[in-house]
């Protein structure tokens, strides 16, 4: 079968008659790259291996120009999700070193490279350079008029912007994200960002407020609610309330195993539950 079959089982997201498919038939490199798409957007454990494996072969195939730049785009992908963040940012930066050898891949491509890089980074820790990559993904994207990376990158800068005590900054990226907030999630996330601009202006009453409403809520994601418990436990902290702040931060780290691929809450709960630990040890 030919690889316009493939490609359009993977975007009408029929993935299990895709993977078979792409299992059953030799094909070349763009082939081997909807292959690991395929297996990407699938996101069983397995397949997410499965999908580093496909992409690796395709390289195997003198893909052209367009499938190369492509190919380093979705490696970085995958990889950062796995974990291996060195490789990560270097198939990304590749991918945007690449990039103006095909200008017709610039206004599709070279957002979503910048924001993956960022997250890489933040993954690793490198805060600083994860909020230049923003900034410079927020640029893109508003030039494209893509309007959910947009908001994405803002809610990111902000919540970076915060950690390095930039209120200015992430006031601005707070108040720019929120008309692009048109599903309950971005505005669930929109509402803990407010609770951690709270608790960086010591308001502490009204950070509790808005991390409660998040506890609350219905059908709340899994990140969402782990980045208010992370919020809530900084707060209990502030306020001289170390074990319970260690009990909540628990429960970040909790919520967080859920979402294994996200680093980011990890490190961050885990950073707060130490603090109140050491607290508590202190007292």
């Known amino acids: 079968m030919a690889i316009e079959d493939l490609r359009d089982l993977y975007k009408a997201r029929r993935l299990d008659e895709a993977w078979a498919l ?6 070349d490199a763009e082939w081997h790259l909807y292959g690991a798409l395929v297996a990407w957007t699938r996101q069983e454990n397995q397949d997410l291996y499965a999908a580093r494996i496909a992409v690796e072969r395709a390289f195997q195939f ?29 198939q990304l930066e590749t991918c945007l ?35 230049v990559l923003f900034e410079s993904a927020a640029t893109e994207f508003l030039r494209e008029n893509l309007s959910d990376y947009l908001r994405r990158t803002l809610q990111n800068l902000a919540w970076i912007a915060l950690d390095f005590n930039q209120l200015d900054r992430a006031i601005q990226a707070i108040g720019e994200a929120e008309p692009l907030c048109d599903t309950e999630d971005a505005q669930h996330k ?57 009990t909540v931060a628990d429960i970040a780290i909790t919520l967080s195993l859920k979402k294994p691929h996200d680093h980011r809450i990890m490190r961050r709960a885990n950073a707060v539950y130490f603090l109140a630990r050491n607290a508590r040890v202190g007292g």
């Open 62 to 90: 003198e893909p052209t120009a367009g499938v190369r730049v492509r190919c380093h785009f979705v490696y970085g992908m995958i990889v950062r999700e796995i974990g291996d963040l060195r490789l990560a940012t270097e």
């Open 190 to 246: 929109q509402i803990v960002l407010q609770a951690y601009l709270c608790e960086k202006q010591g308001q502490y009453s009204e950070a509790l407020l808005l991390c409660e409403r998040i506890r609350n809520a219905a059908e709340i994601a899994n990140d969402t609610l782990a980045f208010a418990a992370t919020v809530a436990a900084r707060v209990l902290l502030q306020r001289g309330f170390p074990e319970q702040a260690r």
């Open 22 to 27: 792409y299992l059953g038939t030799p094909g």
């Open 97 to 131: 070193r690449l990039l103006p050898v095909t200008p017709e891949l610039l206004p599709v491509l070279k957002g979503p490279a910048l924001y993956n890089l960022a997250m890489a980074y933040g993954d690793w820790g490198l805060q600083e350079k994860s909020l």
